[in-house]
């Protein structure tokens, strides 16, 4: 599994390790989450697992797989990201400015897309399911990784 940032952006196969996975193999990874989202009488069973800053997201059936995830980076000067437990230890920290994260995916030729979006801009990378969003300063704000 990649331990930084730019390994993972350059190997993009992070994501297998936990997609399709059920809620029971998660925790069986991970252990148990250190938040889940609400559930109803209707909807049982948590979307959502919260470990640290990152989100794993499943559909709403009990046997539903893990289908993505959201990464939140850590506010400058606080400890490594997102969450020691999924060995996710990033170099990046949240307002990291657009112009970087360009220049990096440019040194390391990984495929990018720009698109607006109603609060800022998002950086898709090319065939990865990756997509990096900034605020309407041009800051991230987070990393998306779906199907």
């Given at each position: 599994?990649?331990?930084?940032l730019?390994?993972?952006?350059?190997?993009?196969?992070?994501?297998?390790?936990?997609?399709?996975?059920?809620?029971?193999?998660i925790?069986?990874?991970?252990?148990?989450?250190?938040?889940?989202?609400?559930?109803?009488?209707?909807?049982?069973?948590?979307?959502?697992?919260?470990?640290?800053?990152?989100?794993?997201?499943?559909g709403?059936?009990?046997?539903a797989?893990c289908?993505?995830?959201?990464?939140?980076?850590?506010?400058?000067?606080?400890?490594?990201?997102?969450c020691?437990?999924?060995?996710?230890?990033?170099?990046?920290?949240?307002?990291?400015?657009?112009?970087?994260?360009?220049?990096?995916?440019?040194?390391?030729?990984?495929?990018?897309?720009?698109?607006?979006?109603?609060?800022?801009?998002?950086?898709?990378?090319?065939?990865?399911?990756?997509?990096?969003?900034?605020?309407?300063?041009g800051?991230?704000?987070?990393?998306?990784?779906?199907?």
């Amino acid at each position: 599994m990649p331990g930084s940032l730019q390994e993972f952006l350059e190997e993009r196969n992070w994501v297998g390790s936990v997609f399709g996975l059920s809620r029971e193999q998660i925790v069986a990874l991970f252990g148990q989450p250190d938040t889940v989202s609400a559930t109803s009488r209707r909807h049982p069973n948590p979307q959502v697992f919260k470990y640290g800053s990152v989100e794993l997201y499943f559909g709403r059936e009990r046997d539903a797989q893990c289908c993505s995830l959201f990464v939140e980076p850590p506010v400058v000067g606080t400890a490594a990201w997102p969450c020691p437990r999924l060995g996710l230890l990033w170099d990046l920290a949240q307002m990291t400015p657009i112009e970087r994260m360009e220049g990096l995916l440019t040194r390391h030729s990984i495929a990018y897309t720009e698109v607006a979006d109603t609060t800022g801009a998002v950086l898709r990378l090319i065939g990865s399911g990756v997509s990096l969003h900034f605020g309407e300063t041009g800051e991230l704000e987070g990393i998306y990784v779906g199907r």
